[in-house]
């Protein structure tokens, strides 16, 4: 249904251009620009382009179709005998190739496998790529209640890749009161996308080796949007899909906004805040048969600063 209202929407949309089509880009909120290859607005880097209609040039010369049904610039016309063409316009063998970060990368029976490349879903079924994560604070009146995710990371030393979080499969608030004001639209931290790829409340403070001493948290981004999803206080609970396999070893990197000075955040701004208590499962399904527990990260904090430990909640992976 909801397939069949966005194409009806779509037809709508492209109905109006015939009589509206050059006000569309004058349309575009402030930042954005009018992409004629998806007839949509996006901010520049992200406009899709298309070389049936571009051209190439340069060290590109070859308009080339690549995998995903689009079309790119490449460097050669066609691949040798044994590779195949990836999604950039590359010739690589089929073990380089990349070709999901998550499951509904893949067609219908397949998953993302082990390598990252769509395999049937019985050979990615042991295959952990799920984490959950469990408020397990006590649910406060604010308007960011219980735990606050910005994000989920993880680091595999052995193949030296990073991930994030690339897909919310569950999210169920707790806070009755929290759950009416999302189901409202009320301005609130409910919005569970909140917590995909890397962080932003945490933006320029986490890296790979950790989160920098002088720990700000940005509240809000530039759009005034929150930076983090709130689980609402004990009951609370979300489930992602990780855009890389969580093997034995991999560092799971849990971002709470806590243990920080909040930035843009109005009258709280530089104010400090907690960590919350989580506890942190990994599973192979997304419906969680086999979760496996992680640690249980406690509360921490005061409002004056003391005791205040860093909200990177660390988990190094082992026991799968
Ligand atoms: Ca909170
Ligand atoms: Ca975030």
């Known amino acids: 249904m909801k397939k069949l209202i966005w194409t009806l ?28 290859v998806t007839n949509t607005c996006v901010v520049p880097q ?11 040039s340069g060290a590109k010369p070859y308009c080339v179709e690549v995998p995903n049904g689009s079309w790119t610039c490449s460097g050669t016309e066609k691949c040798d005998d044994g590779l195949i063409r990836d999604n950039d316009g590359r010739c690589v063998s089929s073990v380089q190739r990349l070709d999901c970060e998550i499951s509904t990368d893949c067609e219908d029976g397949q998953a993302c ?38 994000a989920v990371a993880i680091f595999n030393p052995t193949s030296g890749k990073t991930g994030y979080a690339g897909r919310v499969v569950d999210y169920k608030p707790n806070a009755d009161k929290f759950i009416e004001q999302i ?44 930076t983090f999803v709130s689980l609402g206080g004990e009951g609370g609970t979300i489930t992602v899909e990780m855009t890389q396999p969580i093997v034995n070893g991999s560092r799971l990197d849990i971002l709470e ?52 430990d860093k909200g990177l909640l660390s988990w190094t992976v082992e026991g799968l």
């Open 9 to 36: 929407s779509a037809l709508a949309l492209t109905g109006l251009c015939f009589v509206a089509c050059e006000d569309d880009e004058e349309e575009c909120e402030a930042g954005k620009v009018w992409d004629t």
């Open 46 to 56: 992200q406009q899709a382009t298309d070389c049936r209609t571009d051209g190439c």
């Open 113 to 150: 496998g082990a390598e990252n490349t769509c395999v049937s879903a019985a050979e990615a079924a042991g295959v952990y790529r799920y984490v959950r994560i469990d408020d397990l604070s006590s649910a406060d009146r604010s308007k960011d209640p219980g735990a606050d995710i910005d």
């Open 183 to 226: 189901e409202n639209n009320k301005n609130v931290a409910g919005n569970p996308q909140k917590i995909l790829k890397a962080p932003d409340a945490f933006a320029g403070s986490y890296t790979n080796a950790g989160l920098s001493n002088d720990s700000k948290c940005i509240y809000r981004d530039s759009n005034e949007e929150f």
């Open 257 to 308: 906004v806590g243990g920080c000075k909040l930035q843009n955040a109005g009258n709280d701004s530089d104010k400090n805040a907690f960590r919350e208590t989580l506890q942190i499962y990994v599973s192979v399904t997304e419906k969680g048969e086999s979760w496996k527990q992680g640690p249980k990260f406690e509360r921490s904090g005061n409002k004056d600063g003391a005791n205040l």
